[in-house]
């Protein structure tokens, strides 16, 4: 028995799902960890971060991994290409949601809240990410697909990224340059209306607005203090 360690605002967890629905698996539940962020889930995944997928009690963390995986032992609808030169080209899109977009994007993201913002982390992270947008300009795909005309794992990485883009980083006072990339903005209109983006983007949207209003309260401020004490216990 499989289950998804996962949570709605998670991008790298919403890369999982987007695939997992795409590929019809109805058996693989989504759990967000209990302890999550807090000192016991690193004792039990070194990493510390989601997604995890548990496979009866053994732990695969990295979204990339476990969509490698997941391809592996659910082959059909396939989401890799249909010759080895098609795969390494959405392999190659999909890394660029991942680590080109996704990844300056989560570390930008705290920069999000007013209080904590450093001008220097923002201009690095955010100039990345202006600057790979415009690199996908010029390799994505223009049929409302990133690779081949249809769902792949690359639109599956893409579809996060690009949210995270549109909806986080005004929030660092930086413009969304998306609009100003007519191949990336019309693939990101056109993908919207695909169900399993549809479906993912519906549990982001409730994952920040759920975030915006604990970080509104100030609710999030004391979770991350806890968290952050806890972790000094615990490292003595
Ligand atoms: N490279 C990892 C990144 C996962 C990641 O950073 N997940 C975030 C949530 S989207 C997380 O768990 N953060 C917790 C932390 O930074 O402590 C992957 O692809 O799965």
Redesign the pocket.
């Known amino acids: 028995m499989m289950k998804l360690y996962s949570g709605d605002l ?4 919403a890369r999982v799902r987007m695939q997992i629905y795409a590929k019809g698996i109805t058996d693989i539940p989504f759990e967000r960890p209990a302890d999550f ?1 807090m000192p016991k889930f690193r004792d039990t995944h070194p990493i ?4 995890v997928l548990d496979i009866d009690g053994d732990m695969m ?4 991994v476990i969509a490698e995986y997941l391809e592996e032992i659910y082959p059909e609808p396939s989401m890799l290409g249909a010759t080895p030169r098609e795969t390494a080209h959405i392999r190659t899109v999909a890394r660029i949601g ?1 680590i080109y977009i996704m990844n300056n994007m ?1 570390m930008l993201s705290p920069q999000s809240r007013a209080a904590t913002r450093n001008q220097g982390i923002v201009d690095l992270l955010a100039g990345q990410v202006t600057r790979n947008i415009k690199a996908l300009d010029r390799l994505i795909g223009e049929d409302g697909f990133a690779c081949c005309g249809r769902l792949t794992m690359a639109d599956c990485a893409l579809v996060p990224g690009l949210f995270m883009v549109e909806n986080v980083l005004p929030a660092t006072g930086v413009a969304d340059p998306i609009p100003a990339n007519p191949r990336v903005a019309a693939y990101w209109a056109a993908i919207q209306r695909n169900e399993h983006a549809a479906r993912v983007l519906t549990e982001l949207h409730r994952g920040l607005a759920e975030r915006r209003e604990l970080i509104r309260t100030g609710a999030f401020e004391k979770m991350m203090a806890a968290a952050a004490a806890a972790h000094a216990a615990a490292e003595g």
Not at 10 to 13: A, N, V
Not at 48 to 51: K, L
């Open positions: 998670s991008p790298y967890s962020g510390g971060r989601i997604p963390p990295e979204s990339d991942d989560f």
